[in-house]
């Protein structure tokens, strides 16, 4: 068979080439037909099998996330009652604004009978926290060791929450007997009142 020089081949008279010449011809012609269907169309294709592929499987953990929650729903509803029932029975331990001034008298009481003298007992300023306040006390007392720690037992002991910070114990002189300086903290609850001025005082800041 006689070899086809691409120099004799004439385009513009494409009836008059050997069978071999067109066959090739339009072989190529296919072939390049596929490969430009191939990345105009089936990569397309590919690409939105593709991110069908990975938003099946998002969906999927998404189920699984669900599926576990409500399986487990049961579970959460029991856990969240013992919260709410832990967080009433610690609210509780909140006095009301009217019961402070009672509270105030509990700890001056407790150190008394512990057989402490106070030098300082002074209530600050409130300082409002999310749902409660808290009463920073400042107290300063004399006394021994001994009787420091039946007045910081008493305090524990107390049926509402008392917490003690910055303690500092020094020698009080010649005579042998010691200083307490601390900070006693109590808690109360807001009333619907004060919230909803909370609420409001926020709101106006912004």
């Known amino acids: 068979m006689k070899d086809i020089e691409l120099s004799e081949i004439d385009f513009s008279n494409m009836g008059a080439w050997p069978a071999l010449a067109k066959t090739a011809f339009i072989l190529a012609i296919c072939i390049a037909i596929l490969v430009l269907g191939y990345f105009i169309d089936i990569q397309n294709q590919q690409d939105g099998l593709k991110r069908a592929e990975n938003k099946e499987q998002q969906l999927k953990d998404e189920f699984k996330k669900t599926y576990t929650k409500v399986i487990n729903l049961d579970a959460y509803k ?32 407790t150190g008394l009978a512990s057989g402490i003298e106070f030098k300082l007992f002074k209530p600050e300023q409130e300082k409002f926290v999310d749902f409660y306040a808290e009463l920073p006390i400042k107290i300063s007392m004399t006394g ?63």
């Open 78 to 109: 029991l856990q969240m009652k013992a919260m709410q029932a832990s967080f009433g029975s610690m609210l509780r331990q909140l006095p009301s604004k009217t019961e402070v001034e009672g509270l105030l008298v509990d700890i001056s009481q």
């Open 144 to 206: 021994s060791y001994h009787q420091f720690g039946t007045f910081v037992s008493g305090i524990a002991a107390l049926p509402r929450i008392v917490t003690l910070h910055d303690i500092a114990i020094k020698q009080a002189g010649q005579t042998g007997a010691l200083t307490m300086d601390m900070t006693a903290k109590t808690y109360r609850y807001l009333d619907d009142k004060e919230i909803a001025q909370k609420q409001k005082k926020k709101r106006a800041k912004r």
